[in-house]
């Protein structure tokens, strides 16, 4: 089966700076990547995906890129604010159900 | 967009009883759904597939006589939690595909269960 890599676990940046996170998959039958925000105490929420005959993505701050060849695939976010300190989890999809990542808690400091 | 609501938020049971979990697709119909197990600092834990019409399809090493799911509709999934136990305690979480779109997955708010 699927299995996904996330890195790091944690990442903390000052207010204004950019976050990187990156993961990897197995399968390269996966063909959805998408990216979920999780906030303390609710589900997640998906901020951006990405296919696989994509490169890459933008949504105002938020830009995720896929490398197929090497099987990975990253979210970036710009500008950070404190409101996008939370938890951020990648999956990767074949065909049906998602396998997610481990999860990045972000903190961003004011 | 894709709405996915789940009931309830948090519930308090005593060891022995049983609790049903609610998913609901509010604005589409939704074959397929899961459920998701999550321990605090932890990502989410597939528990099980659940098929309108059909079986539900549970990953190994969840027990399937512990936690019923039932798939009676198109946009009603439910998940009972049978004769609960502290170790039971957890979050909740469904999901359901709106293919209407394009292979995104939407999340319910998740339910806190906490058995005492």
């Known amino acids: 089966g699927e299995n996904v890599e996330q890195h790091p676990s944690t990442l903390s940046v000052q207010e204004g700076d950019s976050a990187v996170i990156k993961c990897t998959y197995s399968d390269s039958a996966s063909n959805y990547f998408p990216w979920y925000k999780q906030e303390l105490g609710k589900g997640p929420q998906l901020i951006i995906d990405i296919r696989s005959n994509v490169g890459e993505k933008k949504d105002q701050r938020i830009a995720v890129t896929l490398n197929k060849t090497a099987k990975h695939f990253s979210l970036h976010i710009t500008e950070t604010q404190p409101e996008d300190s939370a938890v951020y989890f990648c999956?990767?999809?074949?065909?049906?159900?998602?396998?997610f990542g481990d999860g990045t808690t972000l903190t961003v400091k004011p | 967009g894709a709405v996915v609501s789940q009931h309830p938020s948090w519930v308090i049971c005593k060891s022995g009883t049983s609790v049903k979990i609610e998913c609901r697709s509010l604005?589409?119909?939704?074959?397929?759904m899961f459920w998701y197990r999550q321990f605090p600092k932890q990502s989410l834990m597939l528990m099980a597939t659940s098929n309108e019409g059909s079986k539900a399809t549970y990953e190994q090493g969840v027990e399937k006589d512990k936690f019923l799911i039932n798939h009676a509709s198109l946009t009603l999934s439910t998940l009972t939690v049978t004769s609960a136990h502290p170790e039971d305690s957890s979050f909740y979480i469904c999901?359901?595909?709106?293919?209407?779109?394009?292979?995104?997955?939407?999340f319910g708010s998740g339910t806190r269960l906490t058995v005492v």
């Open positions: 999956a990767a999809s074949p065909a049906g159900k998602s396998t």
């Open positions: 999901s359901a595909r709106d293919y209407r779109g394009d292979y995104g997955y939407t």
């Open positions: 604005d589409f119909q939704a074959t397929t």
